[in-house]
């Protein structure tokens, strides 16, 4: 086996049974792109990104994903519809398949690479793959070692990562051809099956959601962060759709990472070194941030053209309305470095309510926090994805029901004893509908959010009175400034105050039914916090 490029002189493929293929380690991001293209499996945009198709996945396949079923896994791992089990034998059988396969191509892709900002939580990754482009993806979302770091680098994980390869259900224990499966205990993460490079990204999350809570007492985190001149640090968690990436990039405040965080005792940590941003619509006014990080280095991902030439229409959507985009963080300027920051002073809980029930800003107590985290409520409005016409109520738990390996309460316990201990506070924000339901209010101003998020963060709404909302029992200041008061209170917002009555009670039953599945392992103070109903 040949094997070439920058790597560890000890560290090699062929004990995991490689021993044909070539081998290019660590290659810099210039010769990956140059390989891309050579193999025409990408071509470069006008703005320089290397643009590239997944093939037949262009999203994850959640009904596809497994974890291994065995002594680490079996009483820790809530099996359900998303955390699915495979046997230990399964799992070795396509692994030894997987490599083999693997091994009879010319050539793969080797990137080491670290996740965790945090020194003390750093993961050491190998992630092995098939196409160069999926090996530039690994180092644009993942954190870069210094090449002194690669000469001595041994890896904790290893990812195998195949798209050509299809594994046979029948015989492999999987639902249909693409697979990708966790084993904690062999820390190996089998992708095959699928291009889609998101599979590479939230598998280590999923993973970082087992490790950290299970066996570091660090709690993980689907949610963005961000840094004030004053040090104090604030989180932003948020279903698609509801402004995650908009409200966390604010020219005075430095971005930490846009995705996924750990909560430790001495403050929080990126897990990432880059961003993986929809780009549907995008434009320089809407994602000033995203649209300039994409020069060269960034890919792009089964998005479209102007007229057959370079120039990207990012309102093409004939390939999958989930177009993507991946670039190392530093592509944006105001960025901290490292992506470390202090205990969470404020945390912001984004919802889109389709229904114009939720206030604009709501305080959160501690059980209100725990209760609204588990069931991470938005809405799905039309034009978001395909075959919605009408709004959906949507709940996520922790905002990222697909990547917790553990129970949504194990998540929202340590968020609750965390907010206690830091005396962080927490506001509920609707980004969605004002004055009625959709189609007949108004959407959210974007101005008077960013006030009120900007208001909380420096201390002045502590200033205000408060009252309490009905039915879900919310408090909401009565003034802000920069916002008008009488859509402060969103029952104000109504002509018809019995109609909001009615969608609200409807909208907090939803709560209700939602969150029966979990009333079993959740404590008495997270039932204490749920609404009001008849």
């Not at 939230?202 to 490790?211: E, M, P």
């Not at 604010?250 to 990472?257: E, T, V, Y």
């Not at 102007?306 to 390939?319: A, L, M, P, Q, T």
């Not at 916002?483 to 969608?503: A, H």
Request: hydrophobic content about 35%; some cysteine.
């Amino acid at each position: 086996m040949n094997e070439i490029g920058l790597k560890n002189p000890n560290a090699s493929l062929s004990n995991l049974g490689f021993g044909k293929t070539t081998a290019n380690w660590n290659l810099s991001r210039e010769a990956l792109i140059q390989k891309t293209l050579d193999l025409q499996q990408g071509v470069l945009s006008s703005a320089g990104a290397l643009c590239i198709d997944t093939g037949e996945f262009t999203g994850r396949s959640p009904k596809d994903k497994f974890s291994v079923k065995d002594a680490i896994t079996t009483d820790a791992v809530d099996w359900n519809k998303i955390n699915q089990p495979i046997s230990e034998a399964n799992f070795d059988r396509l692994k030894a398949k997987l490599i083999a396969y693997m091994d009879t191509q010319k050539e793969v892709f080797v990137r080491d690479v670290t996740a965790c900002a945090d020194p003390a939580y750093q993961l050491k990754i190998r992630v092995v793959t098939e196409t160069p482009w999926a090996s530039l993806f690994a180092d644009n979302m993942f954190l870069r070692p210094e090449k002194k770091d690669l000469e001595t680098f041994e890896n904790e994980w290893l990812i195998l990562c195949c798209p050509s390869f299809h594994a046979d259900p029948a015989v492999d224990g999987t639902r249909q051809h693409n697979f990708s499966i966790i084993n904690f205990t062999q820390k190996t993460i089998l992708i095959g099956g699928s291009g889609y490079t998101g599979e590479i990204k939230k598998g280590i999350f999923t993973v970082l959601n087992f490790v950290l809570p299970h066996q570091k007492n660090v709690l993980s985190m689907h949610c963005s962060a961000n840094i004030g001149k004053d040090g104090d640090t604030a989180l932003f968690f948020g279903l698609s759709g509801t402004g995650k990436t908009t409200l966390s990039a604010d020219p005075n405040r430095k971005l930490i990472g846009d995705d996924e965080h750990g909560w430790s005792d001495n403050g929080v940590f990126n897990f990432e070194g880059g961003c993986y941003a929809k780009t549907i619509d995008l434009s320089e006014e809407k994602e000033p941030d995203i649209y300039r990080a994409i020069k060269s280095g960034a890919i792009l991902e089964n998005i479209g053209f102007y007229d057959g030439g370079n120039v990207v229409n990012y309102e093409d959507v004939s390939r999958t309305e989930n177009t993507r985009v991946s670039y190392p963080i530093d592509h944006i300027d105001n960025i901290a470095i490292p992506s470390i920051g202090s205990i969470p002073k404020n945390i912001f809980f984004l919802s889109y309510d389709a229904y114009g029930v939720l206030p604009p800003i709501s305080m959160l107590d501690e059980n209100q926090a725990m209760y609204l985290f588990i069931s991470g409520y938005t809405s799905k409005v039309a034009g978001t994805e395909a075959g919605v016409t009408e709004p959906q109520t949507t709940f996520s738990a922790c905002f990222g029901a697909a990547f917790l390996p553990l129970h949504p309460t194990k998540y929202a316990e340590m968020l609750g004893k965390k907010i206690k201990e830091s005396g962080a506070r927490v506001w509920l924000i609707n980004t969605g509908m004002s004055g009625g339901v959709y189609g007949v209010g108004k959407r959210m101003s974007l101005k008077y959010t960013r006030a009120l998020i900007t208001e909380a963060l420096n201390g002045d709404l502590d200033k205000v009175a408060f009252e309490t909302l009905p039915i879900f029992n919310f408090k909401i200041p009565t003034s802000c400034p920069g916002v008008p008061s009488d859509i402060l209170n969103p029952r104000n917002t109504w002509n018809d105050k019995n109609e909001y009555d009615k969608v609200a009670g409807d909208l907090a039953q939803k709560f209700v039914t939602n969150f029966e599945k979990y009333k079993g392992l959740a404590n008495a103070d997270i039932l204490s916090a749920a609404p009001n109903v008849m």
